[in-house]
C-alpha cells in the first residue's frame, strides 16, 4: 500500500514538474463472479463496486491509469440455470480489494483542452493485484464454504468503456471490465494450500478454467494542469 501512495503523490507532483493533464475521481458500479459457483452470465452485477481512479493523460489518444476499487462477489447455486448447480447448493461471498495500473486507449482523439464537448470509446489494460479471502469447503464436499485466511493474486483486466465530457473539466464514462485472474479459488473450488490435507477431499469443479469477475459502473473524474505538450511520450 506504501508504493501506492508513493506513486500517487508521485502523479501529484508531476503535474507541477512536467505541466502535464490530469484526471481523477470516483467510481461505482456492480460486481459479479464468473466461475464454479453460482450463475454462469458474464455480465449480472448482484452487488457494489466502489473506488476511485486517476489518469494522467500523455497524449490525445492514451493515458496512464491507476485505480483502487473495493466490491464484495457473492454467488449462490440456487439462483443458477444449471440443474447440477442448483442440486449441490453451493454459495459464497468473497471481499476484493484491487490495486490496477495500465493503460487507457481512445479510439478517438479526447483532449479537453481543444474545448466541450468531447467523447470517445475506449478500451483499457494492464495488470491488477487485488486481495481476496481465502475459501475452502469445511467437512469436506457438501459441507459449507467458509473463509480461512487471505489469498493474494494478479490477473488482467479487460476494459471497453465510452466516455463523454460534462464540461471543461469533468468527464463522465460508463465501462464493463472483466478479469481474469491466476488463481482458481476466488469460490473455494481448488484451495491449494489445503489440498495435502485433503480428507475428506476439499476440491470440486473445473479445474482447466481460472476464475473471472466483472466490474461493471460509472465513473466520473476532475482533470486539472495546464495544457500538456503532447510531443513527448
Excluded at 483542452?113 to 495488470?127: A, D, E, N, V
Excluded at 475452502?136 to 459449507?144: A, C, F, I, P, Q
Excluded at 494478479?154 to 473539466?169: C, D, L, N, Q, R
Aim: proline fraction near 4%; include cysteine.
Amino acid at each position: 500500500m506504501r508504493y501506492l501512495i508513493a506513486f500517487v503523490i508521485m502523479f501529484a507532483y508531476s503535474a507541477n514538474t512536467y505541466s502535464q493533464t490530469f484526471e481523477g475521481g470516483p467510481f461505482i458500479g456492480g460486481a459479479n463472479f464468473i466461475g464454479d459457483v453460482g450463475r454462469t452470465n458474464y455480465i449480472l452485477p448482484n452487488s457494489l463496486v466502489f473506488g476511485g481512479l486517476v489518469k494522467w493523460n500523455r497524449s490525445p489518444r492514451h493515458s496512464f491509469r491507476l485505480s483502487l476499487l473495493f466490491a464484495e462477489l457473492n454467488a449462490d447455486d440456487t439462483k443458477s440455470s444449471e440443474t447440477r448447480r442448483v442440486q449441490r447448493g453451493y454459495s459464497f461471498s468473497n471481499n476484493i480489494a484491487e490495486a490496477s495500473l495500465g493503460i487507457e486507449f481512445n479510439f478517438w482523439d479526447f483532449d479537453l483542452h481543444q474545448g466541450h464537448p468531447q467523447s470517445s470509446p475506449y478500451l483499457y489494460t494492464g495488470l491488477t493485484y487485488f486481495k481476496a479471502d481465502h475459501l475452502y469447503l469445511k467437512n469436506g464436499r457438501g459441507g459449507n464454504l467458509v473463509n480461512e485466511g487471505t489469498n493474494w493474486s494478479f490477473a488482467i483486466p479487460m476494459v471497453i468503456g465510452y466516455k463523454e465530457s460534462i464540461t471543461s473539466h469533468i468527464v463522465g464514462a460508463f465501462e464493463i471490465g472483466a478479469r481474469y485472474t491466476f488463481t482458481d479459488n476466488l469460490d473455494g473450488s481448488w484451495p491449494e494450500e489445503l489440498l495435502d490435507r485433503r480428507d475428506p477431499p476439499i476440491e470440486f469443479g473445473n479445474r482447466n478454467t481460472n476464475d473471472w469477475y466483472v466490474f461493471t459502473g460509472v465513473n466520473f473524474t476532475f482533470s486539472w494542469g495546464r495544457r500538456p505538450c503532447y510531443r513527448n511520450f
